[in-house]
């Protein structure tokens, strides 16, 4: 299916190649007649129908996208975290991470620059161990443990970089069933979609959020 939508923003209608319309409460794609006037719609590429979802369909997506990275993360990993983080937060996508430094601080630092909003979900007891650049703390006090929560909470994954604990939050988030995009060195598990630019990985995410992937 190609990623080439028509959007009439005043009256709300988003369609695909197909002609399919898209029904923004339920996240599905319906086959219908088009609306009169659909050759004048405004073509859009699927981050551009992401961002009309999220600020203007009055219908967004609330469940956040996860990124999950090492906090010894290299200036590649970093950079790309900070391009994600910059990518989701346009698009108006709420974003969960582990909270600390290095690719969740990177992630975090992206989406504020954006206007965005980051959840930090912490290992610790102490709001302090978080990152200045998230909009919330929670600090669950329970250890590495809380990598399964990011897993279960998050939509999907985006894995930047690998270390053990962030192949447990891909390995859990794999078994939960949700999608996990890896790059810059990014667990090579069965199921993860491996892609070689922070755009290519929000572009896997901003389809999924659409429910064409």
Same mark, same amino acid.
């Given at each position: ?26 996240? +599905? ?14 073509? /859009? ?14 219908? %967004?997506?609330? /469940? %956040?996208?996860?990124?999950? =990275? ?6 590649? +990993? ?20 582990? =909270? ?22 912490? %290992? ?36 930047? =970089? ?14 939960? =069933? ?16 491996? /892609? ?18």
């Amino acid at each position: 299916m190609s990623d080439i939508f028509r959007l009439d923003r005043g009256a709300g209608v988003l369609l695909d190649a197909a002609g399919r319309r898209f029904d923004a409460v339920e996240r +599905q794609w319906h086959r219908e007649s088009a609306p009169p006037g659909v050759a004048a719609l405004e073509t /859009v590429n699927v981050l551009d129908a992401v961002t009309w979802l999220q600020r203007a369909s009055g219908e %967004p997506v609330r /469940v %956040p996208i996860g990124v999950i =990275g090492p906090r010894d993360a290299s200036e590649a +990993q970093l950079a790309a975290a900070l391009a994600v983080g910059e990518l989701l937060a346009r698009c108006g996508l709420l974003v969960v991470c582990g =909270g600390r430094q290095g690719v969740m601080q990177a992630v975090a630092e992206g989406v504020a620059r954006n206007g965005g909003v980051t959840i930090g979900m912490l %290992p610790d007891a102490d709001p302090s161990y978080g990152n200045r650049h998230l909009t919330a703390v929670l600090a669950t006090g329970i250890g590495e443990a809380r990598n399964a929560l990011i897993a279960r909470a998050a939509l999907c994954l985006v894995a930047i =970089g690998d270390s053990y604990g962030t192949l447990s939050e891909v390995a859990l988030g794999r078994q939960f =069933g949700k999608l996990v995009v890896g790059l810059e060195g990014a667990a090579r598990v069965d199921g993860v979609v491996h /892609v070689g630019t922070p755009q290519d990985a929000v572009e896997h995410v901003a389809r999924h959020v659409l429910r064409i992937d």
